[in-house]
C-alpha cells in the first residue's frame, strides 16, 4: 500500500489568489496543474473504481485563466492530549 500524503496547492485563477490541500500518494507539477482545473471547476473530479479521464494539461489549464501553480508538501501535524499539557 502506498503512502498518502498531504501537499498544498497555490494557484492563481484570473489573477486570484487560490489555495486548497489535497491528500494523495503522489505529486508532481503535471498532477498539481490537473487537481487546480479541478478545484477551479475546469475539469471533473475523477471518480475511483471509473476509467482514468483525459488530464488537464497546463497549455488548456491557461487557457481558462489558471496561472503559477505551485505545489509543496504539507506539513506535519503533531495532535497532543489535552491531559498532556
Not at 14 to 26: A, L, Q, V, Y
Not at 27 to 55: E, F, V, Y
Request: glycine content about 8%.
Amino acid at each position: 500500500m502506498s503512502q498518502v500524503e498531504l501537499f498544498v496547492i497555490e494557484y492563481m485563477l484570473h489573477g486570484d489568489r487560490k489555495t486548497f490541500i489535497i491528500r494523495t500518494s503522489e505529486m508532481n507539477n503535471a498532477h498539481a496543474w490537473q487537481w487546480a482545473s479541478c478545484d477551479a471547476g475546469i475539469a471533473p473530479i475523477p471518480k475511483p473504481g471509473r476509467a482514468p479521464l483525459r488530464r488537464m494539461t497546463r497549455p488548456m489549464a491557461e487557457r481558462f485563466g489558471i496561472t503559477e501553480v505551485q505545489w509543496r508538501p504539507g506539513t506535519a501535524l503533531i495532535w497532543e492530549e489535552a491531559g498532556d499539557r
